[in-house]
């Protein structure tokens, strides 16, 4: 996936997609497209023929982050979290703050009571090795965001390691489905501030008005050390994880169980999650405009919104197969 690397290595948090959205708009080549007043980008793709039905495909731009509160005397930064970030994924981690490389720090362990206890974000602050508050300011201000510095890293068989696969997964993909010859129209959106409460998709979905909407993300997988059962939640290297439900979306019966019958049809690797759990850009598509059948197709993550998002290429190829079957066969549904 040839855009992967670049659009993970990019900072857009919530609100500031900025970079995101010109990397994706200078590879769109001659395809139509709008931003809209939000700043998502609303791409028309002509199909080999008009579906019977309108079609939608949707992935965030957007990534969990920080946004810098306030400047301290010493010339620390304090924060608060922007999208939900376990505070265990905080500390110790590399940040960068308008460029300049910065480490979240906290009072030392040596003086701590109880060590048992994690620090809470408000107790954390930013280092970027200013020497005062004077100095702190010449970079950053109050409002400015911070993201993981994370490398991009293949290893072991076929997995990857990167902040941000959640969701520049779903942007690349869509991006390399724009360059190929589909058998139907298609909108394709890219959307913003889906890690704050769905903000983007709404908004694009009642200008698109869509009657079946997918959206490509990236999920939760709990398949460690010593958990089993459907704790496991959903597996790396069992495939693309379609949803029947999640924590803001009852996703529409038919279109799940076809995405699982083409699946098995075909012979791609395809799985649910076991658990009720996260949500996605799906919970407000489906009531924008006059309601919308929404379908959500994720690739398993671990360590999702953390510096080292973890997940494996064939998951990844399975999700795009079963995407572009899903595209001929909806296009038919009237």
Request: aromatic share 6%.
């Amino acid at each position: 996936m040839r855009y992967l690397k670049d659009l993970c290595l990019l900072g857009g948090t919530s609100g500031d997609e900025g970079a995101v959205r010109e990397y994706i708009i200078s590879h769109l080549g001659a395809h139509p497209y709008t931003v809209d007043a939000l700043g998502n980008i609303i791409v028309e793709k002509k199909g080999a023929a008009t579906p019977k039905q309108k079609i939608m495909l949707s992935a965030h731009m957007d990534e969990v982050g920080m946004i810098i509160t306030h400047i301290g005397e010493n010339g620390f930064l304090n924060f608060a979290t922007v999208g939900g970030i376990d505070t265990k994924a905080l500390l110790g981690k590399r940040v960068r703050v308008n460029g300049c490389l910065g480490v979240i720090g906290t009072a030392p362990v040596h003086l701590t009571e109880d060590i048992s206890v994690m620090p809470k974000p408000e107790q954390m602050y930013i280092d970027i090795g200013a020497a005062d508050k004077a100095e702190a300011e010449r970079y950053v201000a109050p409002g400015d965001r911070a993201v993981f510095e994370s490398e991009y890293v293949p290893f072991g068989d076929g997995f990857l390691k990167s902040k941000a696969i959640d969701d520049r997964f779903g942007c690349a993909l869509l991006l390399e489905l724009l360059e190929k010859e589909l058998p139907y129209d298609v909108t394709v959106c890219f959307c913003v501030m889906e890690e704050i409460g769905l903000k983007g998709s709404g908004a694009a979905a009642n200008r698109v008005k869509p009657d079946i909407a997918i959206v490509v993300e990236s999920t939760t997988a709990n398949d460690v050390s010593g958990v089993s059962g459907a704790d496991r939640v959903c597996a790396l290297g069992e495939g693309a994880v379609v949803s029947f439900m999640d924590r803001a979306t009852v996703y529409d019966k038919r279109l799940y169980e076809s995405a699982m019958q083409i699946a098995k049809e075909n012979g791609i690797a395809a799985q649910t999650k076991s658990k009720i759990a996260g949500g996605n850009d799906a919970g407000a598509i489906q009531t924008a405009a006059d309601g919308v059948r929404v379908l959500a197709l994720s690739v398993p993550t671990r360590n999702i919104h953390s510096a080292s998002c973890v997940a494996n290429t064939n998951d990844m190829q399975a999700l795009a197969d079963l995407l572009e079957l899903l595209l001929a066969r909806f296009g038919e549904i009237g």
